[in-house]
Nanobody, 125 residues
Framework: VQLQASGGGLVQAGGSLRLSCAAS????????MGWFRQAPGKEGEIVAA????????YYADSAKGRFTISRDSAKKTVYLQMNNLKPEDTAVYYC???????????????????RGQGTLVTVSS
């Protein structure tokens, strides 16, 4: 499984960024994909996730109302649109994927078997 993430950068508070993650090497219908973020000194979290089959979506409380996860089946790509970014959103964002993840575990980082390289998101105040 290969996960190629892109789209991070520096943005001012209130701005927007869109992260992309292109996936290859697995049977998509059995998988869920998401975004895990890790900030220095903080516990990492799954901010958003989507099951490829059925489209069930999970958002962390910190992301609700500001972030939108979506998928493009033809391109085998998952997107994370991040609006109204805050300084506390500053982190390295990793694309993650896993098979057989039940709905109630979409927000559990340990449920994901694969992780791509990180992309840094920096939000200035």
């Amino acid at each position: 499984v290969q996960l190629q993430a892109s789209g991070g950068g520096l943005v001012q508070a209130g701005g927007s960024l869109r992260l992309s993650c292109a996936a290859s090497g697995y049977t998509y219908n059995s998988y869920a994909m998401g975004w895990f973020r890790q900030a220095p000194g903080k516990e990492g979290e799954i901010v958003a996730a989507i099951r490829w089959s059925g489209g069930n979506i999970y958002y962390a409380d910190s992301a609700k109302g500001r972030f939108t996860i979506s998928r493009d089946s033809a391109k085998k790509t998952v997107y994370l649109q991040m609006n109204n970014l805050k300084p506390e959103d500053t982190a390295v964002y990793y694309c993650v994927a896993g098979s057989g993840i039940i709905l109630s575990s979409l927000g559990t980082a340990s449920a994901y078997n694969y992780r791509g390289q990180g992309t840094l998101v920096t939000v200035s105040s």
